[in-house]
T-cell receptor, first 112, second 117 residues
Framework: AQTVTQSQPEMSVQEAETVTLSCTYDTSESDYYLFWYKQPPSRQMILVIRQEAYKQQNATENRFSVNFQKAAKSFSLKISDSQLGDAAMYFCAYTAASRLTFGEGTQLTVNP | NAGVMQNPRHLVRRRGQEARLRCSPMKGHSHVYWYRQLPEEGLKFMVYLQKENIIDESGMPKERFSAEFPKEGPSILRIQQVVRGDSAAYFC???????????????FGAGTRLSVL
């Protein structure tokens, strides 16, 4: 069964600094997709970034980038120049078919 | 272009009542997914539907829960005879039609928070 593990329940970062959120997953599939979703206090799930497993190049979206290590089944999210609006729960997710499998989340606090 | 619309945002039911949660997918989307988020946990898949068809319901509890996505109108998640353990946030997501479902990004609604008294 596919599983997604986020080992950091909470993280904090100073405004304008960089923070990395960790995620590991377990799968026997060779073709799959990985995602990071952000859930602010409003509860809305917002897609931050997506990575296709067959692409070696790490995905980047403005201040957000990933470090995808396929052999190690690791998929970390780096947030550069952190802003107060980045404070939220962050979920790592995986799919090889239709359903998404989510990790338990990392609560990110941004300190001014 | 409206996003995924879920209503109500908050639903309060007493034990034994029925809960009906509605989801209107994004315009042009024909795939709908329902997820449940218990307090302090990640989202868990419940069911995947296309118009008039249930494709994967392996995450749905066997009793009291049902889902539909009719040809016309929103998708409905129905919970009969609710119990306190059903209290959770229920999220709907939609994705566009396509032959390779795994490539399609799922766009989420804001969720319905169900509280069972």
């Amino acid at each position: 069964a596919q599983t997604v593990t986020q080992s950091q329940p909470e993280m904090s970062v100073q405004e304008a600094e960089t923070v990395t959120l960790s995620c590991t997953y377990d799968t026997s599939e060779s073709d799959y997709y990985l995602f990071w979703y952000k859930q602010p206090p409003s509860r809305q799930m917002i897609l931050v970034i997506r990575q296709e497993a067959y692409k070696q190049q790490n995905a980047t979206e403005n201040r957000f980038s990933v470090n995808f290590q396929k052999a190690a089944k690791s998929f970390s999210l780096k947030i550069s120049d952190s802003q107060l609006g980045d404070a939220a729960m962050y979920f790592c997710a995986y799919t090889a078919a239709s359903r998404l499998t989510f990790g338990e989340g990392t609560q990110l606090t941004v300190n001014p | 272009n409206a996003g995924v619309m879920q209503n109500p945002r908050h639903l309060v039911r007493r034990r034994g009542q029925e809960a009906r949660l509605r989801c209107s997918p994004m315009k042009g989307h024909s795939h709908v997914y329902w997820y449940r988020q218990l307090p302090e946990e990640g989202l868990k898949f419940m069911v995947y539907l296309q118009k008039e068809n249930i494709i994967d319901e392996s995450g749905m509890p066997k009793e009291r829960f049902s889902a539909e996505f009719p040809k016309e109108g929103p998708s409905i998640l129905r919970i009969q005879q609710v119990v306190r353990g059903d209290s959770a946030a229920y999220f709907c997501a939609s994705s566009p039609p396509g032959t390779v479902v795994v490539k399609n990004i799922q766009y989420f609604g804001a969720g319905t928070r169900l509280s069972v008294l």
